[in-house]
Structure formats: structure tokens, C-alpha cells
């Protein structure tokens, strides 16, 4: 059993790999812009599993404050086309490509002006009653997956495959409307997920190690065996008084040894002009929500600098720290 486990697995990695090297960029570009223009409820339709793939997607959406809805092809035949507006979007997933079953809803589509995007591992199909409804239609295109069940019929990898191309397009699309963890918790504010981001960062954070009081004379050595305590990547300078001072990153050690050495001071070694004095902190009493926005911020980053009301120094905080 163990063997055939491990080959399961080895057939979702390599779908995977594979849309690495066959989604078509342009089309998911363009969904990706649609998704951010567009000032209409997202609509997502699919068949069987498909539809599943829709649902999901389309939560994914809401979650982050896009308004979105899946619908189903017969409800949608029997009254719900009312939900498609002007120039709505349309998201299809379908594995086949083969859309004659969709032929009304497409059409009601294509009257009403929607952008519409196929996502499917087929080849565009159509009876000829339709198939002018074709000529507007986005086509991502993934190669054929080779299903993960005995028969290799089941949509098992596909399904896969589905739900990693929509992840992706919504997260760029998430990321270019620059939506944040309040948009998230705006519409999630319970469960566990909603507690988790309400909790004080003052819960995740590390007191301990990682900081000394700021000596222009100390060693380059002193302050890797501090980063090496702290294991956060930092080392943080404090005053007297325990105010913040600046900080240092271990790739700021790193290339400083390698121009230097390790016996070299601080100031031997020219680093005074290197120290961020400003480092991005936040406050033990702010949220983890708040301390993902910080750290998401451009540039990126990993850790944060933790500081208490006054602005003495609290502890650090690493972004592998917070994972719920």
C-alpha cells in the first residue's frame, strides 16, 4: 500500500509541474485585470466536479471582499440568469472544453456584452448554432491530465489543477487591488480564523533572545551568536533605555564578514551607515492581522521589530511565527 500511496502523490506533483510550464499567461493576465475592473458580481459555472471547483472559487472571491456567485447551468436556465448583468464576468471551468450544454447560458452571455473565460484542459467545441458565441470567448488552456485513479477517468488531478490555476489568478488578483487581512476579516470575523487574526501579536512574539544594547565597539562575532540565539534572521540594537536603535539582518552580517572578517567592531567595519534605523515595528497590542499588512508591505519582509505603548523594545516577531 505504501508503494501505491506514493505513487498517488507522485501524479498530483507532476500535474502540478505541469501547469507551471503549460497555463497560457495572456488569458490568465486578462482574467486577472477583469477581475479587478470589473464593477459587477463575479459569476462561475461548471458541470459535475467542475461546479465544485466554481463554488470554491467563488468563496475564495467573497472572502477577500470580490463579490462573487456560482451558478449553476440549470438554475441559471431557469430564472437565475436574472444575476447576469451588462458586461458581467464570467468564469466557465470545464475539463472537456465541450460547452454545447451551456449553449443558453453562453448566449445570454454574449447578448448582455460579459467577458467570458474558459478554463479547461479540452479543445474548444461547439454545434454551429452556437458557435459564433466562440468568437468572444478567452480560452486558458491546461494540458490533458492523466487522472489519478485506476480507471484514469475520474477527475482527481484535473481537479487539482483547477483549483491551483483559480488560487493563483484571485491571489494576483487580491494583490493588485492591494486587498489586506482586514478585507478578509471584515468577512470572516468568526471561527477560527477569525480569532486567530483578531489575537495580539504580543502571543506569538519572541522576548528573550535577539537583542543587545547598541556598542559601536563590539564584535561582528557578538552579534551572529545573538541572531544565532534568537533564530529570527535580526539582531536588534537597544539603547540604555531600551528604546529601539536600529537593526541588523543576518544577509547584513554575511557581507559584512565577507569584506571584513569576524574579529572586525562594528565600527572598524564602516556598519554604522548600514544599521536600519528605522525598522518596521509594530505594537504587542496590535493584531496579527495588522502584523500581516506590515509584513506584506513592499518591500516584503520576514520579521518585525515588537515594541510595547511606550516604545521600548518588546521582542521579535517572524512571519513563520504566526502561521495559525
Avoid at 2 to 11: A, F, L, N, S
Wanted: proline share 3%; net charge negative; hydrophobic share 40%.
Amino acid at each position: 500500500m505504501q508503494t501505491r500511496w506514493k505513487k498517488h502523490i507522485v501524479e498530483y506533483q507532476n500535474a502540478l509541474l505541469d501547469i507551471s510550464e503549460t497555463a497560457s499567461d495572456g488569458p490568465i493576465l486578462g482574467l486577472i485585470n477583469e477581475i479587478c475592473e470589473t464593477n459587477q458580481i463575479v459569476i462561475l459555472t461548471g458541470f459535475g466536479t467542475s461546479l465544485i471547483v466554481a463554488e470554491k472559487a467563488a468563496h475564495h472571491l467573497r472572502s477577500i471582499g470580490i463579490a462573487a456567485v456560482s451558478l449553476h447551468p440549470s438554475d441559471a436556465e431557469h430564472g437565475d440568469l436574472g444575476i447576469v448583468a451588462q458586461k458581467s464576468l464570467i468564469i466557465v471551468v470545464s475539463k472537456s472544453g465541450k460547452l454545447d450544454s451551456l449553449a443558453n447560458f453562453l448566449q445570454v452571455g454574449a447578448i448582455r456584452k460579459c467577458s467570458i473565460y474558459v478554463l479547461t484542459e479540452g479543445q474548444n467545441s461547439a454545434d454551429l448554432s452556437v458557435e459564433y458565441i466562440y468568437s468572444g470567448i478567452q480560452w486558458i488552456k491546461l494540458n490533458p491530465s492523466h487522472e489519478a485513479d485506476r480507471f484514469g477517468i475520474i477527475p482527481t488531478v484535473s481537479v487539482v489543477k483547477q483549483l491551483v490555476t483559480l488560487d493563483f489568478i484571485i491571489e494576483e488578483s487580491s494583490k493588485k487591488l492591494n486587498k489586506t487581512t482586514e478585507d478578509f476579516l471584515g468577512n470572516h470575523p468568526s471561527g477560527n480564523l477569525g480569532r486567530y487574526l483578531n489575537l495580539p501579536v504580543s502571543e506569538f512574539i519572541s522576548r528573550k533572545e535577539g537583542a543587545l544594547q547598541y556598542n559601536p565597539k563590539m564584535g561582528l562575532d557578538d552579534v551572529l551568536n545573538t541572531i544565532e540565539k534568537g533564530k529570527k534572521g535580526i539582531c536588534v540594537f537597544l539603547t540604555a533605555g531600551s528604546q529601539i536603535y536600529g537593526l541588523l539582518t543576518e544577509g547584513d552580517i554575511r557581507r559584512l564578514m565577507l569584506q571584513h572578517g569576524t574579529a572586525t567592531s562594528l565600527k572598524d567595519a564602516d556598519i554604522v551607515d548600514h544599521i536600519n534605523r528605522a525598522p518596521r515595528a509594530i505594537v504587542e497590542s496590535e493584531t496579527v492581522s495588522q502584523a500581516w499588512n506590515l509584513l506584506n508591505s513592499e518591500p516584503p519582509i520576514s520579521t518585525l521589530v515588537v515594541v510595547k505603548n511606550d516604545g521600548s523594545y518588546a521582542g521579535i516577531l517572524h512571519a513563520r511565527d504566526l502561521r495559525p
